[in-house]
DNA sequence: TATTGTTATACTCTATAACTATA
DNA sequence: TATAGTTATAGAGTATAACAATA
């Protein structure tokens, strides 16, 4: 990987690429952070968090929490604790570690979380509905090339392979 | 666009997708910052407004600069501020309209970002890397077609076509 | 000693809105 | 009046590091 023996602008077609991700992106994402703060006055780490409390029923502890938000622990305590605050997650105790806390969503939560998801996948539906089936099966699979392979670039001996984790890094 | 009719999960895979394009991202803009900062002491916006100059040798008004960067006004004159303080960069007047200004690069600006741009190409190719060339310009491809309908939902009635632009919206 | 989670802090990035100067 | 740019401000989002409690 000898960074200097590639000439500048030998490879313009990645980098066209990473820009035009990067505008999909950032057009997408301000599309879903204005429709979060307009209708649900939340925000999109909120909304992160509750969506991966959503698949794991028993909950999650705050490490594992911080690994797939791939944000570090201080943050996930400032979300975490502002959602307990309005009931829509609570923090229950690890049977056998007293330090740890499984998070998960109340009845509440969960129920406002459908809420928004469903709003949310509208949105999303919407953004790549010039698209067809195919294609979106076409770039989800060419993602996961890239994901897969940037993945396994910044942590090599990591087994588990779902996601970046700044508490490791 | 009747959001309500679209049942929950109707469309998973659009949803799988978004979370895809939005993990590549966020891992691939983590690296970049991180080397943007380690190694050149600055920030994915201020490489964002130079590469913007780079690409118009006679400068670039303020007002198109924010629509390119797709941020507010106040934050270009912010980070344009920095960089004249630093010598990167420069403001022009504009002869004819004693309110605007053209920001250019100064030649250490010009020298300081083909440094840069060479190093950050090397980040992106490598990012890539895991994409063949036919593979990297079906992505850019897909993208096109989703970024090209996402704007025009945006602003129906732009006509440049180039980039979304918060000082409209 | 190492790990889980919390606290405190600081900085980047961004939008909003009020403002000045000019068109 | 409208436009170009600036200023002031507030808030989201994030990382770092020191810390307490427990393993």
Known sequence: MDLEARAHSEHPEALRLWLRL????????????????????????????????????????????????????????????????????ERVQVSGDRRAWRVRLTARGRRAFQDMARQHEGWIVEAFSALSDKEIAQLHKLLGKVKADVQHRQHPASITGQQATPEIA
């Open 22 to 89: 990067l505008t999909c992106t950032q057009l997408i994402e301000k599309q879903v952070r204005a429709g979060l703060r307009e209708r649900f006055d939340t925000t999109l780490p909120r909304f992160d968090l509750m969506s991966q409390l959503e698949r794991a029923p028993e909950g999650m502890k705050m490490s594992e929490l911080s690994r797939r938000m791939m944000v570090t622990g201080g943050n996930v305590t400032g979300i975490t604790d502002q959602l307990v605050t309005e009931g829509l997650v």
